[in-house]
């Protein structure tokens, strides 16, 4: 296994190994001393070309806890705000002896350039580009749902603790909101459809993506429809990237008072998921716009928990990426 860019790359087996290896991390968590040995000696280099709280610092604490060294590179700052290139970045890096590479980078296939240029021999990890992928996000999405859920799908053996060895089979998962600019919801759709999930987009028409047919998934513009007539075992919430609108938000929709009103999580549409049903969002929260207080705080919200599950699943991505069967050796995760 060599790099991890996309959901879209990974097979079932390979995608429920992740998730099965992300639990057995989470299991050293618990523990008085949480550090492992496993990376030791190797350099892990967070690369982030875009302003992130959540995703780096998980990273950096999913790196330290394997005991590898961390570098974290931002692009402000650095030679890139003087102009550098990416390819002169990374030849920097090369030079550096990196072993592997955390990237997040406002272009759209950046980490896939890096992994396969060869300016740099390292892992690497697609940590979010532009509106395409975030792998690691969708990762610990699947993951959160399966320690949930997974004892409701077809795919659980015997009713495993957190759901290991299952798959997502039986289940629903609504995604609403910001599909448009949404590189989670692109990379959830495919991870889900393969874990076995039915995944349906809820969104107004300005913010589904075209072609967005051609995905795994159905598409519906009435979430009050959605809820109550296909009844969703998780209901993600997106947030409205305002900042990637052109035109700002008001070329999108008419009011954040009128999205809210149609596309928001507030107590009313709360009270009416079932009773097993959780409430996601990838962070950070527009709260009162997507999202209400109520519902980001309600003991059907698993948002805090995400966090938290996106160390494990990180851990056991760097693992397998740089620690894993040799074998795999050249292959994508």
Known sequence: MKHLLSTADLSKQEAVGLLDTAAQMAATQSREIKKLPTLRGRTVVNLFFEDSTRTRISFETAAKRLSADVINFSAKGSSVSKGESLKDTALTLHAMGADAVVVRHWASGAPYQLAHAGWLDAAVLNAGDGTHMHPTQALLDAYTIRRHLAVRGSGLPGGAADGVGADLAGLRVAIVGDVLHSRVARANVALLRTLGAEVTLVAPPTLVPVGVETWPCRTSYDLD??????????????????????????????????????????????????????????????????????????????????????????????YLLMAGDSSAEGNDL
């Open 225 to 318: 429809a959605t809820l109550d007539d296909w009844r969703p075992d998780a209901v993600m919430m997106l947030r409205v990237q305002r900042e990637r609108m052109s035109g700002g938000a008001g070329a999108f929709f008419p009011s954040p008072l009128e999205y809210s009103r149609y596309y928001g999580l507030d107590a009313r549409r709360l009270a009416r998921l079932a009773d097993h049903a959780i409430v996601m969002h990838p962070g950070p929260m527009n709260r009162g716009l997507e999202i209400s207080a109520e519902a980001a705080d309600s003991d059907k919200a698993v948002i805090v928990e995400q966090v938290a599950n996106g160390i494990a699943v990180r851990m056991a991505a760097l």
